[in-house]
């Protein structure tokens, strides 16, 4: 078993505060991503549980074993940096056995290892090769292979992808969730790009100022974000906020309505950008067009609701042109409701 147990790690650098007693659970053999803007601490928490990094206070349990003072050879982690980090000197194979030949296997297993982890990436043609003959996605595939290859009980990754262009980076997306899921790895992913996250993890730890903010499935922090935060950080555009006014159990916003999820005077409502259809003027929320961008399957308007920026998905059928004003009718089912005091969620 290599479940992972993150308990109240705290880390303090000086006294600035970095961690704040972060508590987390991984299930043996999910693939859970740390997720959040630069500064949020989603690195130093990976590099505590490689043991790259001292913490403040807390604990981290691999498979029922404290490892929080072991060495970071003998917690049985490996791991894949951001820069590839592989030897110029050696080829492909030399590369990919490094590891097992630290671990002083006999030959036979390397061979076998090589070839089963070269086999997983696709890279069985580059055995011979070294590095500088390579690709930046190939050396990439070989620090996968490399760490897989030691069968490790838990993977780590630090923004791996990081280095590669958008359509290598696709790429690589699809090939390693189709490796991880195959070699069955316990998996913590660093990233601050959410389409990587939502594309590739089980669940995602959404991290904002050394805290996770929420935790949970792509399909539900997309869906139904905890917190402002989360809905203006998850999602392509992000989540859309518009001030609605209560009052006789409705909130409302010009000519729109909806039944009021509390008794406080205005409430927040969290509406995604392809969660609205186009009505009438005069109808629904007031928007002004200010900007239309064609998308080939759709139409991303930039408007303002209320002077608020608004960004809306249309069909290109739809005619819409910038400097109109037009109606928006939300999906009242969609509309994640937010308390505009605290900014969470109104379950």
Not at 2 to 16: L, M, N
Not at 22 to 30: A, K, N, S
Not at 41 to 56: D, F, H, M, P, Q
Request: glycine share 10%.
């Amino acid at each position: 078993m290599a479940d992972i147990r993150i308990e109240k790690i705290a880390k303090d650098f000086g006294a600035t505060k970095v961690l704040h007693e972060v508590e987390l659970e991984v299930r043996d053999g999910e693939f859970v991503a740390l997720l959040g803007p630069s500064g949020c601490g989603k690195t130093t928490l990976l590099r505590i549980v490689a043991g790259l990094e001292t913490r403040s206070s807390g604990r981290v349990v691999i498979g029922g074993r404290d490892i929080s003072d072991l060495a970071p050879k003998d917690r049985g982690l490996a791991m894949v940096f951001q820069n590839y980090a592989v030897f110029p000197h050696m080829t492909v194979a030399d590369n990919i056995a490094f590891g097992l030949r630290m671990q002083k296997r006999d030959e036979a297993r390397v061979k076998r290892q090589v070839e089963k982890a070269a086999g997983l990436l696709h890279i069985e043609a580059y055995l011979d090769r070294y590095p500088a003959k390579l690709s930046g996605g190939q050396r990439q595939r070989v620090a996968v292979a490399r760490a897989l290859a030691v069968e490790p009980a838990v993977l780590l990754m630090d923004e791996p992808l990081s280095n590669l262009d958008a359509l290598l980076r696709l790429e690589m997306r699809t090939e390693l969730k189709a490796v991880l899921q195959a070699a069955g790895t316990t998996t913590i992913y660093v990233t601050h790009d959410q389409t990587e996250a939502m594309g590739l993890a089980d669940r995602i730890a959404l991290m904002h100022s050394g805290r996770v903010e929420q935790y949970d499935t792509p399909t539900r922090l997309y869906e139904r974000p905890a917190t402002t935060f989360v809905g203006g950080f998850v999602g392509n555009p992000p989540m859309n906020f518009v001030a609605m006014s209560v009052s006789g159990g409705e909130a409302r916003h010009g000519a729109f309505a909806a039944p009021a999820p509390t008794t406080k005077d205005t409430v927040l409502a969290g509406i995604r950008a392809e969660d609205v259809e186009i009505v009438e003027p005069g109808t629904g929320l007031a928007y002004e067009v200010v900007v239309v961008e064609p998308l080939g399957s759709h139409l991303l308007l930039a408007g303002k609701v209320g002077g608020q920026l608004f960004r809306a998905v249309a069909r290109p059928e739809s005619g819409v042109r910038a400097g109109t004003i037009i109606g928006l009718r939300p999906r009242v089912e969609r509309i994640a409701w937010m308390d505009q005091e605290t900014g969470r969620h109104l379950a």
